[in-house]
């Protein structure tokens, strides 16, 4: 078995590679400009990732244009641990990788038109891909995501494989480990399968 420490994946449409993987990425970030009022995910692109790289708090890869290498989308990773409730008293928790932060930059969809939702083509190909392998080294159940609380984002990530829990277990996971930046957002997932 080998296992490299610097993940580089190229598929000819794009390269997916780590923000602080080189100086060129981490001006790269500048070039980001977040769509549908989201401005949260290009704020914490530009201000917040490459501390949290360092600090090993979160992943975040950058996806560049294989040909022009200008600056796709982004998508964060991080491990989490669900809580379920049993019963009133008693609770288990869920291993789970959490999709911290995913977003097109919308400088790049303008200039190109081959692919319409870059978003989901980078989940499927990129981002499910990566987490398979993960679950393979590190146990992992779930691939979660706190959703901006907004219908139509809720639709598309069901379209993805992800689905709400209960009210009941929604709240009880907010009660515990809801992050601050995450206030209003609405926590999926979906198991990961690894055959
Ligand atoms: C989420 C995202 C990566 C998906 O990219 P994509 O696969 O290329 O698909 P689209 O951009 O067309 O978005 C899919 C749908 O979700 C909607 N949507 C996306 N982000 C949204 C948001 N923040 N608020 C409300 N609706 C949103 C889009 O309007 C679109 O709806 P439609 O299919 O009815 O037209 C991209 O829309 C994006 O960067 N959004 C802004 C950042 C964001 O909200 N990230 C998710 C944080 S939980």
């Known amino acids: ?17 780590h923000l602080d993987d080189s100086s060129e990425n981490r001006h790269l970030v500048d070039s980001f400009v ?7 995910l290009e704020l914490y692109l530009k201000n917040f990732a490459l501390d949290d790289e360092i600090s090993n ?7 560049k244009d294989s040909l022009s290498k200008a600056l796709a989308c982004y998508f964060s990773l991080r491990t989490c641990l669900v809580p379920i409730a049993l019963t009133k008293s008693l609770f288990t928790t869920v291993a789970a990788i959490e999709l911290a932060n995913f977003a097109v930059n919308e400088n790049y969809r303008k200039k190109q038109r081959a692919i319409k939702k870059i ?5 499927l190909v990129f981002i499910l891909p990566i987490v398979k392998h993960i679950a ?19 639709r598309y990530y069901e379209s993805l494989g992800f689905t709400r829990l209960s009210k009941e277990q929604e709240e009880f996971v907010y009660s515990h480990v809801k992050p601050k930046y995450d206030k209003s957002c609405i926590f999926m997932y979906q198991p990961i399968t690894l055959k």
């Open 136 to 154: 393979k080294l590190v146990g992992a159940r779930w691939l979660c995501i706190y959703a901006l609380p907004d219908e139509k984002l809720i």
């Open 57 to 63: 708090e979160s992943r975040t890869y950058l996806v």
């Open 34 to 40: 977040s769509g549908n009022n989201a401005q949260g």
């Open 1 to 17: 078995m080998i296992l490299s420490d610097q993940l580089i994946i190229d598929n000819g449409d794009f390269v997916v590679e």
């Open 119 to 123: 978003g989901a083509y980078v989940f």
